[in-house]
T-cell receptor
């Protein structure tokens, strides 16, 4: 059965800190690994990763995938209070997207 | 551009009452459609997905059902709600490409259901 595990479950940091969020997966017929940010309502898309070792970057956020070890990380540098949210990782298999339980990040001013 | 509409945004229902949540997608054809549920403080649980009209795959046994009467319409239903059905329900779509390479998953705004 496809499975996605995220760690840590929650994290509290101060503004300016760097955080690393982890996502491991077990899936048959892997298609892609996706990261989302969820504040109050619907998740918003951050990254989609399909190839191993290629970093995707958007401002202070970056992510990389390791298809051999079956994991991905999401890095956020110079955190801001606006980064406070739940970060969700999902793997795309054949027609299905399985999500992890998420990492709740709180950034203190 | 593609858009996804989901309604109602919030509803409060008594135990044992029926449920109908609707979702429509505009601006694309033959999308894959999904219903997820999110309990408080939890991740997204896949309930149903559909790769075509009338084709429904169920991921979790429960008292919910889904239907896809038209290409871009997806409906989540229940005949009798349970307390445990409370949660945040999200409809989503991806491209319906051969082999399941859907790419980004796009979400509706969600429906918050409280069963009393």
């Amino acid at each position: 059965e496809d499975k996605v595990v995220q760690s840590p479950l929650s994290l509290v940091v101060h503004e300016g800190d760097t955080v690393t969020l982890n996502c491991s997966y077990e899936v048959t017929n892997f298609r892609s690994l996706l990261w989302y940010k969820q504040e109050k309502k619907a998740p918003t898309f951050l990254f989609m990763l399909t190839s191993s070792g290629i970093e995707k970057k958007s401002g202070r956020l970056s992510s990389i995938l390791d298809k051999k070890e079956l994991f991905s990380i999401l890095n956020i540098t110079a955190t801001q209070t606006g980064d406070s949210a739940v970060y969700l990782c999902a793997e795309e298999g054949t027609y299905k997207y399985i999500f992890g339980t998420g990492t709740r990040l709180k950034v203190l001013a | 551009s593609q858009t996804i509409h989901q309604w109602p945004a919030t509803l409060v229902q008594p135990v044992g009452s029926p449920l109908s949540l609707e979702c429509t997608v505009e601006g694309t054809s033959n999308p894959n459609l999904y219903w997820y549920r999110q309990a408080a403080g939890r991740g997204l649980q896949l309930l149903f997905y559909s790769v075509g009209i009338g084709q429904i795959s169920s991921e979790v046994p429960q008292n919910l059902s889904a239907s896809r009467p038209q290409d871009r319409q997806f409906i989540l239903s229940s005949k009798k709600l349970l307390l445990s059905d409370s949660g945040f329900y999200l409809c989503a779509w991806s491209l319906g490409r051969t082999g399941g390479y859907g790419g980004e998953l796009f979400f509706g705004e969600g429906s918050r259901l409280t069963v009393l």
